[in-house]
């Protein structure tokens, strides 16, 4: 149905799609909020009363059934991503996956080897590819301005030194804990820079004093770019009592680029109420900007300031998701099998945390 509306099934009516999903189907015309699977609305929480114009479902069953239905999005917990989006895949649909992809890279796998067989277009939800900051840094990269790259810092650090709220996040379950959660965000960026890393080194633990769960909350991990002659950071911490947050610090031989504070659109979405198309949505402030130094030749290093680029925002996603379904699989906005080098990194850098050791990829 090239050039048609897809019909958009949406399993989960939580955070990530009141917040992360629907204000961006809504914003590409391809799509058409068509239905969505909510298990037990509440009178200050339903679905069909935020959207009359859809169909709400109780289960994924039920919604998988409905032959209008062209795309599904699981939104759920990690722990029902396999199931879930196996169900949809096998009843001929499209499916967008929440990140992270799946608890196991074999689960992963089972998905992308289905989705093959099924002949329907299977993506991952790692919407920071379209954050403001990283596109202004791999424009940096990708030009040369930096040069080659030697060290490449990325934090997604916070100061939350008390005890999470009750969620699902908080849960000891598979596919939970800071490695999946924010480190999977951390390390796609990564992977789709520079692809997969040789070796991995991996601290995955907690970092709070109090941790009745014995969730891990915090990780760090190491990856070896053997080849390339580079070293690659990720963190994510929740013991960071800074004013203001690192994001990058990423060193060359011609440069580099050091950033501070989050790209502002999860902000605009949860905290001030914008939606894709307001006015300012995904511009980040002036005094948020990154600092580039250049090595002008004989030590002499300049700094300046520069400008964040004005992103494409996470509309993007399902800008390239639409042309996909079209027939264009160069456009699918995160290829699964990326997807899969994920979670095999994050099992990688669990098992080298438990192990003490470094271990290859």
């Known amino acids: 149905m090239a050039g048609g509306k897809y019909n958009v099934g949406i399993v ?26 909510q298990r037990s609305p509440k009178p200050d929480d339903d679905a069909s009363k935020d959207w009359p114009h859809i169909k709400l479902y109780h289960s994924a069953e039920e919604l998988v059934k409905d032959e209008q239905v062209h ?41 992308v080897d289905l989705a ?35 060290e490449f810092e990325t934090h997604f650090d916070r100061h939350r ?14 596919g939970t804990g800071a490695v ?25 633990g907690s970092q709070r004093a109090v941790n009745a769960t014995g969730l891990e909350d915090s990780c760090t991990v190491f990856l070896h770019y053997d080849d390339r002659k580079v070293l690659v950071t990720a963190k ?50 002036d005094d ?11 030590g002499k290093i300049v700094s300046e300031v520069v400008p964040t680029v004005e992103p494409p925002t996470y509309v993007e996603y399902y800008r390239r998701l639409a042309a996909a379904l079209d027939g264009d699989m160069s456009k699918v906005p995160v290829p699964p099998e990326e997807a899969v080098s994920v979670i095999k990194l994050v099992e990688l850098a669990r098992e080298s945390s438990r192990l003490g050791q470094t271990l290859t990829v």
Do not use: C
Not at 19 to 30: E, R
Not at 161 to 174: D, V
Not at 194 to 202: A, H
């Open 12 to 37: 989960g009516y939580g955070l990530s799609a009141k917040t992360f999903h629907i204000p961006f189907v809504n914003a590409v015309s391809d799509f058409n909020l068509y239905a969505i699977v």
């Open 71 to 111: 795309l599904v999005i699981v939104t759920t917990a990690p722990v029902s991503h396999l199931q879930l989006a196996k169900l949809a895949l096998q009843a001929k649909k499209h499916v967008v996956v929440e990140k992270p992809f799946t608890p196991t890279s074999a689960e992963a796998q089972e998905l």
């Open 116 to 150: 093959k067989s099924q002949g329907r277009v299977l993506t991952v939800y790692q919407n920071r590819r379209w954050d403001s900051d990283f596109l202004t840094l791999k424009k940096y990269i990708d030009d040369g301005t930096l040069g080659r790259i030697v």
């Open 161 to 174: 030194p008390e005890a999470p709220p009750a969620s699902w996040k908080a849960e000891h379950a598979p």
């Open 180 to 204: 999946y959660d924010l480190g999977t965000h951390l390390m796609d960026q990564v992977v789709h820079l520079f692809g997969m890393p040789q070796r991995v080194t991996g601290f995955v």
């Open 236 to 285: 994510a911490g929740v013991v960071s009592p800074e004013v203001n947050q690192l994001r990058f610090w990423v060193r060359g031989e011609k440069g580099s680029f050091k950033k501070f504070h989050l790209d502002p659109q999860e902000d605009q979405l949860r905290k001030e109420g914008l939606k894709p198309g307001d006015k300012g949505y995904g511009i980040e402030a």
């Open 288 to 298: 948020h900007h990154g600092v580039l130094n250049i090595d002008n030749g004989g």
